[in-house]
Structure formats: C-alpha cells, structure tokens
C-alpha cells in the first residue's frame, strides 16, 4: 500500500464521504488527520476512506468544434486582407455623371443684337436701326438705344445766355417720346452739351427744360 503521505499530501485537497477537506497530518497509525472544509471539525481518517480529487482540467473541445472555429477563423483573416489589400484593378465609379458617348452639338451662339428698347417711360419701343454719328459725337450717346443719327450742332455765339452759346447734341430717335429721351440725354450730357432730340413725331430742347414741340401735322 501506497504510504499515506505519497497519496495525501500535507495541504491537499481529499473527498470524504462525498465532502471536500483539506488533509492537516498524519497520525502514529497512519491515519490521516483532516479539516472539514464545510464544517471546519477535524477528524482521523484511514487513508481508503479518502478520494484524491483528480485536478480540474479544462474540457477539450470536440474536433468538430475545433474545425469550426479554424475555419472561422480562417475565414475572418481572408476577410480582413481582402480588406486591406483589395486588389481590384477597375477603375473608381465617379460620382459625376458620365459623359455621353455621342458629343451634342452645341448650338452656335446667337450674334448679339442690339436692343432697340424706347427709354424708361417711353410708351413706343424703337426698331433696329444701325446708328450714324458725326464727328465729335461724345462717347455716352452711343450708350443709347434706337439711336438713328447723331452730331454735334454748333452754338451761336452772339446769344446772351452762355447756356445757349454752347455746343448741342442732336439726336433723332427712331421711336419714343421726344421729351423723355432728351430728359435722359441731359442727365448724360452734364453742363457741357446742350441737348436738341427729335423723334418722328415730336421734337425737344433742354433750353426750355425739354420742353416737347408735336410734329405731327395733320
């Protein structure tokens, strides 16, 4: 028979009538001295009554389990490479529109018209025409529209008023009220020019505050 001491070691842990104790020492006889570990009562045991208990080993997985988690794992590594080296050669989708195959054909741009619109407050729009201007013509009345012809018409010196000696601007509209185009002649033409506009219709100074002569005779 195995020595009790080789079969219980002082500080191990035996069964004893299906309890857990914990062995102490030994007695002359051989018996083996232990502790209750539920109970903490201390008893001599002959060593046949005491079970060692087998140390807890941790359960080995079954085999099947054991692919099943190689193969997941496996799994999960592909995946991540893939991720971080993907490979894929194509290019990007763009997030702009693609370019039709087919290029359209864009329209050619129109020539740019002059507008022949009448001033603010004119009642008749004017038809195109191409403006003449004389020579010394100033540079803001060919900024106006439905302009027929333009020049200078030169001051008398003789009259007594200065304003009256001055050069004036004579401009023939194609269209329009005589006095609202001389009323927007004169705010261009500042203190230098007088203004003489004359229209089919009408005719008007600035001497007289644009003052509108009907032309239209019955």
Sequence with gaps: ??????????????????????????????????????????????????????????????????????????????????????????????????????????APPSEAVPTTAADPGSGDPSPSVAPSYGAGVPAWVKRLQGVKAAYIQPGNPEEADPADRRDSVQIEFAGGDAGQHCTAARTLAGAEYGIIVTTPTGMAVDSNHCLSVNLDTP
């Design 1 to 106: 028979m195995t020595p009790a001491t080789q079969s219980f070691p002082i500080g191990s842990i035996v069964l004893y009538t299906g309890n857990r104790a914990n062995v102490t020492g030994y007695t002359a006889d051989g018996d083996v001295e232990i502790r209750m570990l539920n109970t903490g009562s201390e008893l001599s045991v002959p060593p046949d009554r005491l079970s060692p208990l087998a140390p807890s080993t941790p359960a080995r997985p079954s085999r099947a389990g054991l692919i099943f988690g190689t193969g997941a794992a496996s799994l999960f590594a592909l995946a991540m490479i893939y991720g971080l080296f993907d490979t894929d050669t194509s290019e990007p989708k763009s997030a702009a529109p693609q370019a039709s195959s087919s290029v359209e054909r864009l």
